[in-house]
Nanobody, 127 residues
Framework: EVQLVESGGGSVQPGGSLRLSCVATGLNFDRYSVAWFRQLPGKDREAVAC????????FYSDSVKDRFTLSSDSAKNVVWLEMNRLITADTGVYYC????????????????????WGQGTQVTVSS
């Protein structure tokens, strides 16, 4: 059984940083791509970043590139999302998702690509 568990959310002031963790069981990063999505208040879920299977590539949305960074430890089956220079528009629930597909082009951002989802962790950026 595949399970994804997120942690690390919280409240931070604008300009601050947070590091989210996604611990995966039942899958390994050689075969699965792992992505972060977020759902901002009143909006649809959107893709933030993706680590392609076998660490073959990383993808970031335009709104977070140069501020957010993915990293992973395949031995521990954990993916981190380091979030820097946070802004109020980053406030929302952040989800970890897993897929057997190796995305190409813009497909990494398709919600339908992902079969497994965590329960989400809340990130609040406010002064």
């Amino acid at each position: 059984e595949v399970q994804l568990v997120e942690s690390g959310g919280g409240s931070v002031q604008p300009g601050g940083s947070l590091r989210l963790s996604c611990v995966a069981t039942g899958l390994n990063f050689d075969r699965y791509s792992v992505a972060w999505f977020r759902q901002l208040p009143g909006k649809d879920r959107e893709a933030v970043a993706c680590l392609s299977s076998g660490a073959s590539g990383t993808f970031y949305s335009d709104s977070v590139k140069d501020r957010f960074t993915l990293s992973s430890d395949s031995a521990k089956n954990v993916v981190w999302l380091e979030m820097n220079r946070l802004i109020t528009a980053d406030t929302g629930v952040y989800y970890c998702a897993g897929s057997l597909a190796r995305p190409y082009g813009g497909s990494w951002s398709w919600i339908s690509l992902y079969d497994y989802w965590g329960q989400g962790t809340q990130v609040t950026v406010s002064s």
